[in-house]
């Protein structure tokens, strides 16, 4: 691989690594880190890919990484940490009825299983099509559509439990 090669690469792809990790991890400087080792590993193996299974081997180095990243830290996931939304146009009880509903979501989302919230956010957040998340996450498109089931079912269930 050149070094132009590595430089498209990087640039097609690295943002799409780094949200991957962050949308398992919920920080964002951990997942700069990660998709940066992830890159610097590929560099380092210096062979040639085929273009249809560089990114299937992108999503796997980082993967493994963050697995032994968390399992070295064990880091508590805290998304939409620093958020926040325009607050000159709504009244405060608008605004705490806000910060209790995204309160209420970042539990909700903390507790979801790891698999079905990363196809969510990756779905939500991302704006990806399911056979995007199914490369991405190396799965079936129809295991993307029941882990979206199940966490848009589980983000149902415990919104408005908590009303």
């Avoid at 249809?52 to 070295?72: C, E, P, Q, V």
């Avoid at 926040?84 to 009825?97: C, F, M, V």
Wanted: hydrophobic share 35%; charged share 30%.
């Amino acid at each position: 691989m050149t070094q132009q090669e590595f430089k498209e690469l990087f640039e097609l792809h690295f943002a799409q690594v780094r949200n991957y990790v962050f949308y398992r991890s919920g920080d964002t400087e951990i997942a700069t880190d990660i998709a940066q080792e992830t890159f610097m590993k590929v560099w380092e193996k210096n062979g040639s890919f085929s273009a249809d299974r560089i990114t299937g081997l992108l999503y796997k180095i980082a993967n493994d990484l963050f697995i032994s990243h968390y399992r070295k830290e064990q880091r508590s996931f805290q998304f939409f940490k620093h958020y926040r939304p325009e607050a000159e146009t709504r009244s405060p009880e608008d605004e705490l009825a806000f910060e209790q509903l995204k309160t209420r979501y970042d539990k909700a989302l903390q507790h979801m299983q790891e698999n079905q919230r990363t196809v969510f956010l990756m779905s939500r957040v991302e704006n990806l099509k399911y056979t995007e998340i199914a490369e991405m996450c190396m799965i079936s498109v129809k295991a993307v559509e029941k882990r979206m089931k199940k966490a848009l079912e589980y983000l149902q269930v415990n919104l408005k439990a908590n009303e």
